[in-house]
């Protein structure tokens, strides 16, 4: 079994959770000197249709699969290769990460006074085996004055973050309420992933 999982993520908070776990992992990043352009926008688009678990679990298996191209196409030993995606859901629309500050700040009037849920899929390849999991959690955030979401967007910390917050950032401060899977709203649930990661023999 190898030592190691490679995280197909640029989350700097699922590197920190696998270090929680202790896990060791080394990082398998796209568009590296010399490597094949990826688009990964694309993979984040929604089908008409689609209902918020069958969104994030799809793009979470879009990622692997370019994970794992990228990391035969660039002969590295053999280990697991892990990725994850988070989407933020209100009823059926889903809520990615916002272009700029206005779309921030409509997100967020959205999610005032609301329960929403938080819907983090994790996939691994091992060899010929995948495995995937999914965690659902409802978060209600209080009602937020214009004011207190204008701050808040004004400090950057919802950008590249999907429903425009950061649980384990200054957002903590207006969720009145969490039921389900910390690690999950963060990005990677760790139960979930240790699950996996047990599936195929890991000891955790």
């Not at 929604?46 to 918020?52: L, N």
């Not at 819907?119 to 004011?147: P, W, Y």
Request: net charge negative; with cysteine; glycine share 8%.
């Amino acid at each position: 079994m190898s030592e190691f999982v490679y995280l197909a993520s640029q989350s700097p908070r699922r590197s920190q959770l696998l270090q929680q776990m202790g896990v060791r992992h080394e990082l398998l990043l796209p568009n590296v000197a010399g490597d094949v352009a990826e688009d990964a926008e694309a993979m984040e688009v929604v089908v008409a249709g689609e209902v918020p678990r069958d969104y994030v679990q799809r793009v979470t298996g879009l990622k692997l699969d370019a994970a794992v191209a990228r990391w035969a196409r660039r002969g590295l030993p053999a280990a697991p290769v892990l990725t994850s995606d988070t989407t933020v859901a209100l009823g059926t629309s889903i809520l990615g990460k916002p272009a700029d500050a206005q779309e921030a700040c409509a997100m967020l009037r959205q999610l005032s006074g609301q329960t929403h849920e938080v819907l983090t899929a994790v996939a691994i390849q091992a060899g010929e085996h995948r495995l995937q999991a999914l965690s659902v959690s409802k978060v209600r955030f209080m009602d937020m004055t214009d004011a207190q979401i204008a701050a808040y967007v004004a400090s950057g910390e919802p950008f590249g973050k999907a429903g425009a917050y950061g649980v384990q950032g200054l957002a903590a401060t207006m969720i009145a309420h969490i039921e389900g899977s910390y690690s999950g709203i963060m990005g990677l649930p760790v139960f979930e992933t240790a699950q996996l990661l047990r599936q195929i023999g890991w000891k955790l």
